[in-house]
């Protein structure tokens, strides 16, 4: 791997500045501490710095002359999980833990920002921390605070830890990366009755039933077969007594797919088939469709960047690009809305032991800090250079 003598010489620091974080996790909208401590490792060293963009957000500005800009996002939030790694710097805030690697994502920017400062790239280079990914669209809530109004940028890139994926290793592809994800609450009311006497009724447990196979219908014989889409319930809440048919039943869960052509269609499809089927059965269907974030989907010649970047520092046959898109969500897709760029996955090295995302036995590996801070600073150069085929530059 090509990777400068002088990232490799942060690494103590890298993994110093790591273990803190994962010692002390924030979750959505209250990482008070976190941004605090970006702020004063990124003043220190000379970057222009602005607080409180999205609340808890932190935006650095790295100015070197005219020239493109481009915007690198890291996530800097903890997940409401009780660790159980036992390691000696595991989370010292009971419920509360950095399971997803997010203490890794801000390390490895915050290395790549001081780097640079050092030694300046020609553009503007804008380090964005935001808060909160996990559940409450921090990207969003960012974006709606003027991020790319007040800090504009012509490209943005994003990147996230991948477990079973080698360390050493990338992953990325244009197009869709990650799934759109919303929510949804379905009331289903009926009539109560006796259990013994349920033609009395009209039982909305016998709807939901219906309705959740009409459900999966959309899924396996409208949606075409080419694309992705998953319809969950997670919830199901009805009754409490054994022999009470109840007058409602609420269901809640999630819905994903990696087009805003299938977005659509899930959500006409289930409030049309729910209310089709609690009418056949003489209940009624209200259904609550929450749009939450959208598909993560990679433009084409920043995904080339990326690659290239990736490539470059890691070596050939090292970043893959068959690797299916995931079904799982990510608020980088906020960005991707608004701005061209990439979201690439970073190898986290392997799942033994229980180390998957959002696992309470996850642990970044800090064998790729500097890897991620070699990234961020080849991704900026070729993107303000626009020249895919440059050498690497320190």
Known sequence: ?????????????????????????????????????????????????????????????????????????????????????????????????????????TTMLLGAALHMAANPPRGTVVFIFQPAEENEGGARVMIEDGLFERFPVDTVFGMHNWPGVPVGEFAIHSGPMMAAFDTFELKITGKGAHAAMPHQGVDPILVAG??????????????????????????????????????????????????????????????????????????????????????????????????????????????????????????FAFMLEKRPGAYIWIGNGSVEGGRNLHSPNYDFNDDALTLGVQYWVEVANRALSRNSSAEPLS
């Not at 220190?44 to 996002?73: C, F, K, M, Q, Y």
């Not at 109840?246 to 269901?251: E, H, Y």
């Open 210 to 331: 219906q309705i959740q196979t009409a459900w999966q219908a959309i899924v396996s014989r409208t949606v075409n077969p080419n694309d992705a889409a998953v319809i969950s319930i997670t919830q199901i809440k009805a009754g409490d007594t054994w022999n009470i048919i109840p007058d409602t039943v609420l269901i809640r869960g999630t819905a994903r797919s990696l087009t805003p052509e299938v977005r659509d269609l899930l959500e006409r499809e289930m409030i049309h088939r729910a209310g089709l089927v609690a009418e056949t059965f003489g209940a009624r269907a209200e259904l609550d469709y929450q749009r939450r974030y959208p598909a993560t989907i990679n433009t084409s010649p920043e995904t080339d960047i990326a690659r290239v970047a990736a490539e470059t520092i890691a070596g050939e046959n090292t970043v893959r690009q068959d690797m299916t898109a995931s079904m799982g969500a990510e608020d």
């Open 1 to 105: 791997m090509k990777i400068a003598a002088e990232i490799e010489a942060m690494k103590p620091r890298l993994v110093e500045w790591r273990h803190d974080l994962h010692a002390h996790p924030e979750t959505a909208f209250e990482e008070h501490r976190t941004a605090a401590f970006l702020a004063r490792e990124l003043r220190a060293a000379g970057l222009e710095v602005h607080e409180g963009i999205g609340r808890t957000g932190v935006v650095a500005v790295l100015r070197n002359g005219d020239g493109p800009s481009v915007g690198l996002r890291a996530d800097i939030d903890a997940l409401d999980i009780t660790e159980a790694t036992g390691l000696p710097y595991a989370s010292g805030t009971t419920g509360k833990m950095h399971a997803c690697g997010h203490d890794g994502h």
